[in-house]
């Protein structure tokens, strides 16, 4: 069954670290552009970062830049999101999503992707 199992999402204090996970079943990950977004109640799903297939091109919402990092695992067919410095404004439920075809916008809109994973919550409070 081809899908995305996120992981490691969970209760941080600002300033504190976490880094979530992606698992794929069904598929291998290299294939594909990868990307994270975020959702809070009542708003759109937002771009968080993004790998193309071969990992020569990353990119970050302004919001996260330089706190936050992709990066995969080819042997895990693993993508993984390592977030620094939190801050309480992110707080939100974190998917990660395979890209729809090869080509990948720099700040990649939801339509760009095809399977979703289910979500992991990430809560940043004291």
């Known amino acids: 069954q081809v899908q995305l199992v996120e992981s490691g999402g969970g209760l941080v204090e600002p300033g504190g670290s976490l880094r979530l996970s992606c698992l794929a079943a069904g598929f291998n990950l290299p294939f594909y552009n990868i990307g994270w977004f975020r959702q809070v109640p009542g708003k759109d799903r937002e771009f968080v970062a993004r790998?193309?297939?071969?990992?020569?091109?990353?990119s970050y919402s302004d919001s996260v830049k330089g706190r936050f990092t992709i990066s995969r695992d080819n042997a895990k067919n693993t993508v993984s999101l390592q977030m620094n410095s939190l801050k309480p404004e992110d707080t939100a439920v974190y998917y990660c999503a395979k890209g729809r075809g090869p080509y990948s916008s720099e700040y990649p809109e939801e339509n760009e992707f095809d399977l979703w994973g289910q979500g992991t919550q990430v809560t940043v409070s004291t």
């Open positions: 790998m193309i297939w071969s990992g020569t091109a990353r």
